[in-house]
């Protein structure tokens, strides 16, 4: 906030240090979304040890490449349509 009140106006994020990812490539992309359309239940663990990229890395490719939002699955079953009608009226990528 303080850096916008003080004349910022860029929204992207600056530049950091540091490695950059190894994990986040093209192919791993690739991999992990093969993976998901011959399989959709596979857990985040599951992908991770098939692919050997962290359970981290899943996550991120999964939220930020492949514009997934994960849920756990272990709702009660009077809270799952609830649920699917939200995430369809809010146009919310699922996996079904």
């Excluded at 540091?18 to 994990?23: A, D, E, F, N």
């Excluded at 599951?46 to 996550?59: C, R, Y």
């Excluded at 756990?72 to 799952?80: F, K």
């Amino acid at each position: 906030y303080e850096r916008f009140k003080s004349g910022r106006e860029a929204v992207e994020d600056d530049a950091r240090l540091g490695r950059p990812s190894t994990s986040k490539t093209d192919e791993n992309v690739d991999e992990i979304r093969k993976l998901l359309i011959e399989n959709r239940k596979l857990t985040i663990r599951e992908i991770a040890e098939t692919t050997n990229i962290s359970f981290g890395s899943v996550q991120s490719i999964l939220r930020e490449d492949l514009g997934l939002i994960l849920h756990d699955d272990n709702a009660p079953s009077h809270n799952a349509l609830i649920i699917r009608e939200f995430l369809v009226k809010n146009n919310t990528n699922t996996i079904q």
